[in-house]
């Protein structure tokens, strides 16, 4: 895991006074894909509105709100706000990056907070370095806010960069905490619509074994709220299963290509392994032997040996684990 409690939990601004102006920098289009969330999206909003970045464009693309979502849309005039055309989340990201004009792109969920400074911090580094292609900061973890604070009880802490590969297979990407320079995505395309749920850790995949220039900040850019309605932060997991599957899904889909440097390939291995033995857990323990029986023979399509890389699985993500661990302390990205 990239994951990381604090203990205590650490009590965090959410929404701070703005830097001073800075000059230069690029514009910043957030997509926020939406559905049925009145009663939150108007503090996501708010997060990154007073932050005061000088060129920001954030497109909301809702998926047919019944709860009041629209009424609170329409109390905030500076977004813009779209109907989606298909269904689900990440189509609605596809959507919005199809109307997305910034040099840099960010995604920001309705229920969820960008952390004061963080597009300031985002945008000095994609105009101080050209080549950059993405940025990851930090996240904390909350469940909920008092006043301009929240209570973070844990944090995604980004890997060393020798690792890069390794966190986006075995630990938790915090994809929201990601900025990226828009030209990426005609590079290594958009978010693939076969993947309900992993669709952001395909595409973190594709970047990563394209080759693509990553900066990762030690500081705190993003604030995942976990509540009950989570898709992936739940503290219940009701979609585990699902991720497991599309896990294995995505991984096969990789393997398959012919193009795979041998240190890829065998990352690749190891987690199509450690998530193909997971899976077949889950369904035995369940009594789908015939689900387990096919996963098995698939494992073995995809890699004749598969078994044998089970170890080598769980060495990748223990020692991912211990450089988590080892971490320093995160910082907010607030001008001093």
Known sequence: MSIRDLAPPRRIAWRAPPPPVDTGLPKITLVTPCLNRADLVGMAIESAWTQGYPALRQIVVDGGSTDGTLAALARHPEIEVVAQRSQGSHPAMNEGLARADGEVVGFLNTDDLLLPGALHAAGRAFADDPALDALRFRAALFESASGDTIAAHA??????????????????????????????????????????????????????????????????????????????????????????????????????????????????????????????????????????????????????????????????????????????????????
Not at 264 to 276: I, P
């Open 155 to 336: 944090e995604i802490v980004e890997p060393p960069p020798e690792l890069q590969l390794d966190a986006v297979l075995f630990g938790t990407p915090g994809f929201n905490a990601w900025f990226f320079r828009r030209r990426v995505f005609a590079v290594h395309g958009d978010f693939d619509p076969a993947f309900d749920i992993a669709a952001d850790r395909d595409f973190l995949l594709r970047l990563t074994l394209g080759g693509a220039r990553i900066r990762h900040l030690p500081v705190l850019g993003y604030a995942y709220r976990q509540h009950a309605g989570s898709r992936t932060l739940d503290r219940d997991a009701r979609l585990r299963l699902g991720i497991m599957a599309e896990h294995v899904a995505i991984v096969r889909k990789h393997l398959s290509r012919p193009d795979l440097a041998p240190a890829d390939r065998a990352a690749l291995s190891a987690w199509h392994a450690r998530e193909t033995a997971r899976l077949l857990g889950q369904q035995i323990k369940q009594g789908r032997f015939g689900a387990a029986l096919d996963l098995a023979f698939g494992g073995f399509r995809a890699d004749p040996a598969w078994p044998l890389a089970i170890t080598a699985g769980r060495r990748r993500a223990a020692h991912l684990a211990a450089a988590v661990s080892a971490a320093g302390r995160s910082e907010l990205p607030m001008p001093a």
